[in-house]
């Protein structure tokens, strides 16, 4: 896994400005090029801000203690899927990877025996303003999917719901969704595995690769 961090870096030191990642691993490139260009003070703050994001990483229970509202208002309990690797990803209607609603139904028709796929609804970033009714058309309709689907919510801030806050604890800042088709995935132990960005398709190899060794695990 590997980190991405946004930081404002100037003569007079450096802020990280927006942390994007899954996990936190800066490159010796990275810390050649910044010793060479700056004050070690910047390289304190970086490594700081990474032992802190390790360190905040619990492991307090498990994604099993977990239930969603389903977008059929029926009851989605993650524990019904032990032994089976989960992907939980927060989805949009307008949004410019909503393409991948096809990729994420071709992993689960492929995968169903060992791997569940879960689609979270969301608004968080002004990119699905259609109802549960109207999202679940659009779906089938669109791009046939049938895997398993959540009623429209939060999934960053205050009003969260609890697998994403728990995601947080239990992985770090890489389980906060930045934008739509940020994707959790979630092993066979209940824990969080792999987070990905939403640029990452689920049928790419880096994908794949995580979800395989899932499985086998």
């Not at 009714?133 to 939060?154: R, S």
């Amino acid at each position: 896994m590997e980190i991405h961090l946004v930081v404002e870096l100037s003569a007079h030191g450096a802020r990280v400005a927006h942390p994007v990642a899954r996990n936190f691993r800066v490159s010796a490139a990275i810390i050649h090029a910044v010793m060479r260009r700056f004050d070690p003070p910047i390289l304190i703050i970086i490594f700081m801000f990474s032992f802190f994001s390790k360190v905040t990483a619990g492991s307090n229970g498990t994604a099993y203690d977990y239930e969603f509202n389903s977008i059929d208002g029926e009851i989605i309990k993650l524990s019904q899927y032990r032994g089976k690797v989960i992907v939980v990803v927060n989805v949009a209607s307008r949004c410019g990877y909503t393409p991948q609603y096809k990729d994420l139904q071709s992993l689960w028709s492929t995968y169903k025996n060992d791997v569940v796929v879960i689609g979270v609804p969301t608004n968080n970033f002004k990119q699905e303003p259609k109802d549960n009714a109207e999202i679940k058309k659009f779906c089938e309709t669109n791009f046939g999917v049938n895997f398993p689907m959540t009623e429209k919510m939060d999934v960053i801030g205050n009003n969260a719901h609890p697998f994403y806050k728990w995601a947080k604890k239990n992985h770090g800042i890489g389980a906060i969704p930045k934008w739509n088709f940020h994707k959790i995935v979630i092993g066979k132990n209940g824990k969080v595995i792999d987070t990905f960005a939403s640029f990452t398709k689920p049928n790419s190899s880096k994908f794949l690769d995580v979800i395989n060794k899932g499985i086998k695990s």
